[in-house]
């Protein structure tokens, strides 16, 4: 469906291909929609420098939080047919989800204790897991905030959008990350034990964080995920104190 008239923000720099890694930007709009692809956008200013993840394929296109509203990235969005899902891993990716929502007629996904949030909106809520396909399914991780959760897709040896509830260091490696504005450590702490037990080497090969991407110092994704997040010392992490 082609964008209606809007009034868009400012351009940015085009989306950029994290997978298949071989191709490159330029021949991303030329293609074969056969192929299944991960695109990330620039981070965006209306959710404090969030990164927006956009995966194309046959079965659905799915939109990872909210980029720019801006004609740059609505002309992408268009020309690799358009949002089936849009996908908000917290309440502060949500940016102007409205908007999207009229101008591509996409279904919107949040976990139930944020949908609030989306008053007047038609929205997919769901509890502890939702599975849109054989491939993808999210989860819920609260402890970022009350309805955090991520997106799991198993192509590619197994992809986690992260959203904040993971976000690299200044190492680039994946990480809790606890602020003053953590709605609940523990549960956090909890959430990523859980993430543990559930997959393993094998399925969890890359991450993709919803931000603090420029840590990643040019990479596409955190490889080597599953072995990242299983070296954390989660005891240690439960024995910091809260911050004030």
């Known amino acids: 469906m082609s964008p209606s008239p809007q009034q868009p923000s400012r351009t940015t720099n085009p989306p950029r291909v994290v997978f298949p890694n071989e191709i490159s930007s330029e021949d991303s709009l030329k293609m074969d929609f056969a192929q299944e692809s991960i695109f990330a956008f620039p981070p965006n200013r209306d959710t404090l420098g969030g990164t927006s993840y956009f995966i194309v394929r046959n079965e659905s296109n799915i939109l990872i939080d909210c980029p720019s509203l801006d004609q740059t990235n609505q002309d992408f969005l268009a020309a690799h047919g358009g949002v089936d899902w849009l996908f908000?891993?917290?309440?502060?990716?949500?940016?102007?989800?409205?908007?999207?929502?009229?101008?591509?007629?996409?279904?919107?996904?949040?976990?139930?204790?944020?949908?609030?949030?989306?008053?007047?909106?038609t929205v997919t809520t769901f509890s502890q897991e939702f599975i849109i396909d054989p491939e993808t399914q999210v989860i819920w991780t609260p402890g970022h905030s009350p309805g955090s959760s991520c997106l799991y897709y198993s192509e590619f040896g197994g992809i986690l959008f992260s959203g904040r509830h993971l976000l690299p260091n200044q190492q680039g490696q994946p990480v809790l990350l606890r602020t003053a504005k953590t709605f609940h450590w523990p549960r956090q702490i909890k959430s990523l034990r859980l993430l543990l037990e559930r997959f393993t080497p094998e399925t969890l090969e890359y991450i993709c964080p919803g931000a603090n991407t420029g840590f990643l110092r040019g990479k596409r994704a955190i490889d080597g995920a599953y072995q990242h997040l299983a070296s954390l010392d989660l005891q240690a992490l439960l024995r910091l104190q809260p911050l004030l």
Request: hydrophobic residues 40%; proline residues 3%; contains cysteine.
């Open 88 to 121: 908000l891993t917290h309440r502060g990716a949500i940016g102007k989800t409205a908007e999207f929502q009229q101008i591509f007629e996409c279904k919107v996904l949040i976990q139930e204790q944020e949908a609030y949030l989306l008053p007047g909106l």
